[in-house]
C-alpha cells in the first residue's frame, strides 16, 4: 500500500516505509518503531523495530507493533499517516503496557533515513536561528561545527518554528520535518538539568529535531564531558537519518571545558525521558514535506514558509501610535545633560529603572544619535520645545566633540565622567550614527534650518570611510584611532551603505554613490552568494547571526532604491528570508521568575535569536518591520506584508504597553534574555537600542505612508503606497 504526496509515493512494505520519486527509494526505514531507555545503570541504550500490523483506512494507514526492552518492559505504538495539504501527517501514540523497576523511562524517535548517501558532508541543514548549510560561520559550540559526532539533536523550543530540514547538495532533494501543532506545554519546574545526563520528566511535552548517523552502541557522558562508548551487539543503524525524537535531547553539542582537568573536546549531553510508568502515553505528531530545490536560499524560503501559516502564533494587540507616543515621552524624560553631553543611560535596571552607568555609543546598543534624532522630530511635530533642546543637545554634542584628527568619530563616549571609552571605530557604529545625524539634518533642512556643524561631521566622516575602502569595495570591521585596521574581518561593510547613499543625496558627491555601490557589491558576493551573514555586532565575534543580515537588507534596499537594478532587490529577498528565520513565530509557555515581566501575560513570539545557536531571543525585529513591508510594495510578495504585521505587533509583547506591568515609564522594554529551557533567564534591564528599534520604524511608517499600523497602511491605494515608497524621490532638495 501507498500514500502519495506530490511527486513522492510513501510505500508501506514488510512492517517498514520507502518514499520514492519516480521509481527511486530517496528515503526509508526498515524498523520505524525505535525506543531508547533509561536504564537502572543511568545507560541509555536504544533499538529500533519493524511495525507488526500496518492497515490502509479512510484516512490514510495505520500501522502498529510493540517494542519489548532487554528487561521485559513493553510498550506499544501506532502511528497514523495522512497526507493533509501536500504534506505527511505521522501522528505517534506510545503506551506503556508494562514496565520493569530496572527501565526508568523512555524515548521514542520518528526518523527517516537517506538512501542517497550516508555521508553527513553531502547535505546541507537548515535549522532555523541553530544551524545553515554547514555552520561554516557559526560560534565554535554551534550545531555542525564538528561534523565527526553521531548525534546532532537539539530542543526544538531553540528555534523560531520547530521546523528541521535537509537538503542533498548534489540532487537538491529535501526532506523537512515540523512539528504539527504549536502544543508545547510547561515541563517540570521542581528541578534543574543541568549535566550530561537523562531526567525523567513526565512533564515533558518539547522534542529534538536533528540528523544522526548512530553507530550500534550506547554514549554515557560524566558531566564534565567525557564520553563512553558501550556496544549494543542487537541493534541496527543503516546511515544517516533525520530525526525528531521525544522527548527531547541537547546531543552531542561541543562545549567548553569543565572540572580541574580539561576533557579533549569535551561534549554536552542532555536528555528528558518518559517515565517507563504502566499505562503512562506519549501523544504527538509531526509534519514531513517532500520537495526538490535548486539551491540551499530557495530551500531555506520554502520550507519556512510551509510550516510558518500552520504554527504561526496569534496577532498582539498594540495600539502603535499611542505605544510610540509613550515611548518619546519615556525618552525625554530620561534624557539628562551633563556639561556639553546629552544623553541617556547605558543601561536601567527594571521596573525600577535603576540607571547604572551613562557610558553612550553613537550606535548600535547605544543609539544617541539616532535617539537625538526622534527627540528632534517628535519635538518639532508636537511643539515641545524639551524634546527639541533634548533631541538638539545629543546631536551638537556628537557633531561638537567627538571628531578626531584623522577624520573619523569617537564612537563611544563615557557622558557623566566626559572621557572617550577605549573601544576601536566600529563601522557599524559609524553606520548607525551618521546615519541618523544625516536623517536630522535632512528633516531641519526641510524646515529652513540648517545645521552646518552636523553637515561637517558627516562629510568628513564619509569621506574617511571612501578614503579607507578597499579596491574590493570593502571596510574593515574596526579602526584604531590613528586609522590602522583593528580587525582582519570585514563583515560590517554593508553598515555605512545607507548612510553613504544618503551623502550623495545631500551632497551630490557621485564618489559617495560609487562606494555604497562597492560595498554592495562586497556584500552581495559575500553575504548574498557566499550566505556570510556574520559579524553584525560590535559585543560578539565574527559569528554568524542575525543583525548581519539586517544590515545587509537594508544596504540592498537602499541600493535598489537609488539605482533600480533588479540584482539589488533580488539580494534584499535573499537576505530578508534568512533574517525570517531568526524569530520565534510560534508560541511556547516559559515559567519567569520576575512579577513584573510581560512574559508572564504575554507570548514570546516576536522575540528572536540573536547568533547562530543562541537559545532565546530579544527584540531587535522591531527594527525591521518597514523594511520587510517595503520589500512587500517592490515584489508584491504576501508574505513579507504577513511578517512585517507580525513582527510591528508581537514584539511589543516584552514591553509594558499600557503601564499595567507596574514599570515606571510607559512603555519601557527589557533587552531579551533566554527562555528555550521554558525558564525565563535574562539581564531585566532596559538598553537604549531596545526602544530605539521601536521608535525607528514606527516614525518611518508614519513619515512614508502616514500610519503606524501595517493593517491602517493597507487601506490605502495600492497606487498611493507605490507612489509613497519611492522614499529617495524627495529625500532632500538642494
Not at 519493524?50 to 502498529?64: K, L, P
Not at 546598543?365 to 533631541?391: C, F, H, M, S
Request: proline share 4%.
Amino acid at each position: 500500500m501507498k500514500l502519495t504526496v506530490g511527486d513522492y509515493d510513501v510505500l508501506f512494505e514488510n512492517g517498514g516505509l520507502e518514499v520514492r520519486k519516480e521509481g527511486k527509494t530517496l528515503y526509508f526505514n526498515h524498523r520505524p518503531i525505535y525506543v531508547s531507555v533509561k536504564n537502572y545503570g543511568a545507560m541509555s541504550v536504544f533499538r529500533d523495530c519493524a511495525y507488526e500490523c500496518v492497515e490502509e483506512t479512510q484516512d490514510g494507514v495505520t500501522a502498529e507493533g510493540r517494542f519489548r526492552t532487554d528487561n521485559g518492559s513493553v510498550l506499544y505504538v501506532r502511528d497514523l499517516y495522512s497526507v493533509i495539504d501536500g504534506t505527511l501527517k505521522i501522528a505517534r501514540k506510545t503506551i506503556v503496557e508494562k514496565a520493569d523497576p530496572d527501565d526508568l523511562g523512555f524515548a521514542t524517535k520518528i526518523f527517516f533515513y537517506q538512501a542517497l548517501s550516508d555521508d553527513l558532508l553531502a547535505f546541507d541543514y537548515f535549522y532555523p536561528g541553530q544551524w545553515y548549510k554547514h555552520n561554516e560561520y557559526a560560534g565554535p559550540y554551534a550545531m555542525g561545527k564538528r561534523m565527526d559526532l553521531q548525534y546532532y539533536w537539539r530542543k526544538e523550543t531553540n528555534c523560531g518554528l520547530p521546523l528541521f530540514a535537509m537538503q542533498h547538495i548534489e540532487s537538491g532533494e529535501t526532506i523537512a520535518m515540523s512539528r504539527w501543532a504549536a502544543n508545547a506545554t510547561l515541563p517540570s519546574l521542581d528541578r534543574t538539568s543541568s549535566e550530561n545526563y537523562a531526567y525523567v520528566d513526565a512533564k515533558m511535552t518539547v522534542g529534538s529535531f536533528g540528523v544522526s548517523k548512530a553507530k550500534p552502541e550506547a554514549l554515557t557522558y560524566t558531566y564534565y564531558g567525557h564520553m563512553i562508548a558501550t556496544p549494543l551487539p542487537d541493534t541496527q543503524c543503516d546511515g544517516v537519518s533525520i530525526d525528531y525524537i521525544y522527548p527531547a535531547v541537547n546531543g552531542q553539542q561541543p562545549v567548553g571545558g569543565r572540572g580541574p582537568f580539561n576533557v579533549e573536546q569535551p561534549l554536552s549531553n542532555i536528555s528528558w525521558v518518559h517515565p517507563m510508568r504502566e499505562g503512562f502515553a506519549q501523544d504527538y505528531a509531526l509534519g514531513v514535506t517532500f520537495r526538490r530545490y535548486p539551491d540551499f536560499n530557495e530551500m531555506m524560503k520554502g520550507t519556512w514558509r510551509e510550516v510558518y501559516p500552520r504554527l504561526k502564533d496569534r496577532l498582539f494587540e498594540v495600539d502603535n501610535g499611542l505605544l510610540f507616543e509613550n515611548m518619546m515621552r519615556f525618552l525625554k524624560a530620561v534624557t539628562k545633560q551633563f556639561g556639553k553631553a546629552w544623553g541617556t543611560p547605558f543601561v536601567a535596571q527594571l521596573p525600577d529603572f535603576d540607571p547604572n552607568s551613562f557610558s553612550a555609543e553613537i550606535g548600535f546598543v547605544g543609539q544617541q544619535t539616532g535617539i537625538g534624532y526622534q527627540l528632534l522630530r517628535w519635538g518639532r511635530l508636537r511643539n515641545d520645545p524639551e524634546a527639541v533642546e533634548k533631541g538638539l543637545g545629543i546631536l551638537d554634542y556628537w557633531a561638537d566633540c567627538t571628531m578626531t584628527k584623522t577624520g573619523c568619530p569617537k564612537v563611544w563616549m563615557h557622558l557623566s565622567t566626559h572621557q572617550p571609552e577605549p573601544q576601536p571605530q566600529w563601522i557599524r557604529e559609524i553606520g548607525d550614527g551618521l546615519e541618523a545625524i544625516i536623517d536630522a539634518y535632512v528633516f531641519d533642512a526641510k524646515r529652513g534650518i540648517l545645521h552646518d556643524n552636523w553637515l561637517d561631521y558627516c562629510t568628513k566622516t564619509a569621506d574617511w570611510l571612501v578614503a579607507k575602502q578597499e579596491p574590493d569595495g570593502s571596510l574593515y570591521r574596526s579602526y584604531f584611532y590613528d586609522g590602522t585596521r583593528c580587525m582582519d574581518s570585514k563583515a560590517s561593510t554593508p553598515c555605512i551603505v545607507r548612510f553613504l547613499i544618503q551623502m550623495y543625496l545631500v551632497t551630490g558627491k557621485k564618489e559617495y554613490l560609487d562606494s555604497a555601490v562597492a560595498a554592495g557589491n562586497w556584500t552581495y558576493e559575500h553575504q548574498y552568494l557566499g550566505f556570510e551573514y556574520r559579524g553584525g555586532t560590535c559585543d560578539q565575534s565574527d559569528v554568524m547571526d542575525k543583525e548581519s543580515g539586517i544590515y545587509a537588507m537594508f544596504a540592498f534596499i537602499a541600493l535598489y532604491d537609488i539605482t533600480k537594478e533588479k540584482r539589488w532587490l533580488d539580494a534584499a529577498c535573499g537576505a530578508a528570508d534568512y533574517v525570517e528565520t531568526f524569530t520565534f513565530v510560534w508560541n511556547f509557555p516559559v515559567d519567569d521568575p520576575y512579577p513584573t515581566h510581560p512574559f508572564n501575560r504575554n507570548h514570546i513570539s516576536g522575540q528572536s535569536n540573536v547568533t547562530v545557536g543562541h537559545g532565546g531571543g530579544d527584540v531587535y525585529m522591531a527594527a525591521c518591520s518597514y523594511v520587510y513591508y517595503r520589500l512587500y510594495l517592490l515584489t508584491g510578495d504576501q508574505q513579507y506584508c504577513d511578517f512585517a504585521e507580525f513582527i510591528n505587533l508581537n514584539v511589543k509583547q516584552v514591553n509594558d504597553i499600557d503601564g499595567s506591568m507596574g514599570y515606571k515609564y510607559i512603555g519601557l522594554v527589557n533587552e531579551g534574555g533566554g527562555f528555550s529551557d521554558q525558564q525565563y533567564r535574562g539581564r531585566f534591564h532596559w538598553l537604549p537600542w531596545c526602544t530605539f528599534v521601536e521608535v525607528d520604524p514606527s516614525s518611518r511608517f508614519f513619515d512614508t505612508f502616514g500610519a503606524y499600523e501595517v493593517a491602517d497602511i493597507e487601506k490605502l491605494p495600492l497606487e498611493e503606497r507605490l507612489r509613497r515608497n519611492e522614499i529617495y524621490a524627495d529625500y532632500f532638495t538642494r
